[in-house]
Antibody, heavy 116, light 106 residues
Framework: EVQLVESGGGLVQPGGSLRLSCAGS????????MSWVRQAPGKGLEWVSV????????YYADSVKGRFTISRDNSKNTLYLQMNSLRAEDTAVYYC?????????WGQGTLVTVSS | AIRMTQSPSSFSASTGDRVTITCRAS??????LAWYQQKPGKAPNLLIY???TLQSGVPSRFSGSGSGTDFTLTISSLQSEDFATYYC?????????FGQGTKVEI
């Protein structure tokens, strides 16, 4: 059974940093691109970033480019999202999702709140 | 970025109704379109990919059609568990983009 479990969310002040993790199991982790998708409270879905299975290719939404960094450790079956210079508008539930190439499996989400 | 526009944004329906949601892409995306269902407090669930292919385990009352710029999601007979928000998403290129969502309410 495919499982994706996010962690690392929490309350952070504007300008602060946070690192999210997503542990995958039940599939060949290194064989799949992985994405982060977020959802602000009461709003729709926004794709954030993707990383290839090998980790050598990444893309970012313009809204996070230069502030967020996606990475993965295939030896640990774990995906990461390093978020720097956080803003109030980054407040959202962050989901990791397997991209195959549609988002066929999702984690349960982790809430990031940016507030002073 | 490709803009995805869904209509309507929300509507009320009853159990047993036939429901159609439309999604329009700002440029042609061939059949690189997916539909997701999301219930409150839960992660989205993939329903349809390649515009019309039903994901494994999804009831056959769901169907999708379209190509190019215009797409539809149809629920042939609405069930109580189908009251949710539905999103279309293009995977023709990056950035991946979603429609704004369509909330189906009782």
């Amino acid at each position: 059974e495919v499982q994706l479990v996010e962690s690392g969310g929490g309350l952070v002040q504007p300008g602060g940093s946070l690192r999210l993790s997503c542990a995958g199991s039940g599939f060949t982790f290194s064989g799949n691109a992985m994405s982060w998708v977020r959802q602000a409270p009461g709003k729709g879905l926004e794709w954030v970033s993707v990383i290839s299975g090998s980790g050598d290719s990444t893309y970012y939404a313009d809204s996070v480019k230069g502030r967020f960094t996606i990475s993965r450790d295939n030896s640990k079956n774990t995906l990461y999202l390093q978020m720097n210079s956080l803003r109030a508008e980054d407040t959202a539930v962050y989901y990791c999702a397997r991209e195959a190439p549609t988002f066929d499996y999702w984690g349960q989400g982790t809430l990031v709140t940016v507030s002073s | 970025a490709i803009r995805m526009t869904q209509s309507p944004s929300s509507f009320s329906a009853s159990t047993g109704d036939r429901v159609t949601i439309t999604c329009r892409a700002s440029q042609g995306i061939s059949s690189y379109l997916a539909w997701y269902q999301q219930k409150p407090g839960k992660a989205p669930n993939l329903l349809i990919y390649a515009a019309s292919t039903l994901q494994s385990g999804v009831p056959s009352r769901f169907s999708g059609s379209g190509s190019g710029t215009d797409f539809t999601l149809t629920i042939s007979s609405l069930q109580s568990e189908d009251f949710a928000t539905y999103y279309c998403q293009q995977y023709y290129n990056y950035p991946r983009t979603f429609g704004q969502g369509t909330k189906v309410e009782i």
